[in-house]
């Protein structure tokens, strides 16, 4: 198998960067005739040595038993395993510092997997607000057929905030499940890490049954936050975003403890929620230009964010920049994170007619939905990823119609700052 032959993680007792161990990790090229590069396995099954090996296999895969010392997990199915997938989870959780990584068909796929592993009917999610569309849909719409209550909390840095939520979802149900985004998509609104484990634990107290913490770590991720090393259970991706980076894949991904992810990875050979080998490969070519990438589109925030920041057409820019230094979100962030993410939100004077007119005036930045990838993209929250969410929720977590959202690429930024100027004056 691909995924145990790979090379040292140290050099001279020097333990290796994540940027480096992405270009071979987790790979043996003496498996492959010596390929530089994993080829893409385009196979759906894989080959027993004998029948005995075939039994082993599957006790193994399903859980049904531990493996022997020494004993080498195998391929056996690709709804299960496959090389490239297997390689591109190790190199996953090198970023977070976890001990596995779990690579799923789409960023929806990994919350659900994940969701439908931890949490049992009657139970209740306590999340932040907002999240990203999908995950408020499905926890409002979908899941409740199921009996499972979302219960929600809009100020993830304010303890008495928090702590009534969990009473609220305390007396609705048991607690089943920690569910966070931080920073938010698309308003940047912060979670403090450290109060939500923290929570996490007087569940566990009062109840018997503490909840995992998991961190939607889409926006910031793996870069510039690593949720695991803020006592956070499970860091989840979409991998369609910044970690994929050309907007040409769709993919999800968790990190954790071999114990939680390895549940997970159950559910997900149960219910087909695996990556193909194509985007496993593509995902690979991808994280090893993620550092650079995610670097280049955080600077070129910037100086797009201080450029809007003067404007007299934008009243308002939720860059992490103009964040009050007494502000409570910003002292979690300097806790937290290492960088501000290139997707960030901005008010404009006026309300959908004056945001529509300023987006169909743009050329250079492209009007879609998505964010993370190489180019700049730009849209209306309201009308599009989160129209789903109820238009009184909407106002609540500050998601009204004046709010546009950028997520900066790695072009020149003169040139996107010159494309949103010539858009402004000719409002
Ligand atoms: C896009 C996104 C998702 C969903 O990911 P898909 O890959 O589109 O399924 C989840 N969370 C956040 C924060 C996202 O931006």
Known sequence: MASTHHRERAVDGRTLRPETLMMGHGYDPSLSQGSLKPPVFLTSTFVFTSAQQGKDLFDVTSGRRMPRPGEETGLVYSRFNNPNAEILEERLALWDGAERGAVLSSGMSAITTTLMTFLRPGDTVLHSRPLYGGTE?????????????????????????????????????????????????????????????????????????????????????????????????????????????????????????????????????????????????????????????????????????????????????????????????????????????????????????????????????????????????????ASTTHSGVPRDLREEIGLTDSLIRISVGI????????DLAQALTRL
Not at 169 to 196: H, K, S
């Open 137 to 381: 849909t499905l926890l409002r719409n979908t899941l409740s057929v199921f009996g499972i209550t979302p219960v929600g909390f809009t100020e993830g840095t304010n303890p008495a905030h928090v702590r009534d939520a969990v009473s609220e979802a305390l007396a609705t149900g048991p607690v089943g499940l920690i569910l966070v985004e931080t920073p938010a998509n698309p308003t940047g609104g912060v979670v403090d890490l450290r109060l939500l484990t923290e929570v996490a634990d007087e569940i566990g107290s009062r109840t018997g049954r503490r909840p995992l913490v998991a961190v939607d770590n889409t926006l910031l991720g793996p870069i510039f936050q690593q949720p695991l090393r803020h006592g956070a259970d499970l860091a989840l991706y979409s991998l369609t975003k910044y970690a994929g980076g050309h907007s040409d894949l769709v993919a999800g991904g968790v990190t954790g403890s071999a114990e939680h992810v390895g549940a997970i990875a159950r559910t997900r050979s149960a219910i087909g929620t695996n990556p193909d080998p194509h985007t496993c490969w593509m995902l690979l070519r991808s994280l090893e230009t993620l550092y650079v990438r995610t670097e280049r589109a955080c600077d070129n925030a910037l100086r797009v964010a201080q450029f809007l920041h003067g404007q007299e057409r934008i009243t308002s820019v939720d860059h992490p920049a103009f964040l009050a230094t007494d502000d409570p979100a910003r002292q979690v962030l300097e806790q937290q994170t290492t960088g501000a993410s290139s997707t960030f939100s901005f008010r404009i004077d006026g309300g959908e007619a004056e945001a529509f007119a300023f987006l169909d005036r743009l050329a250079v930045c492209k009007l879609a939905v998505s964010l993370g990838g190489t180019e700049t993209l730009i849209c209306h929250p």
């Open 411 to 418: 072009e020149d930024a003169d040139d996107i700052i010159a």
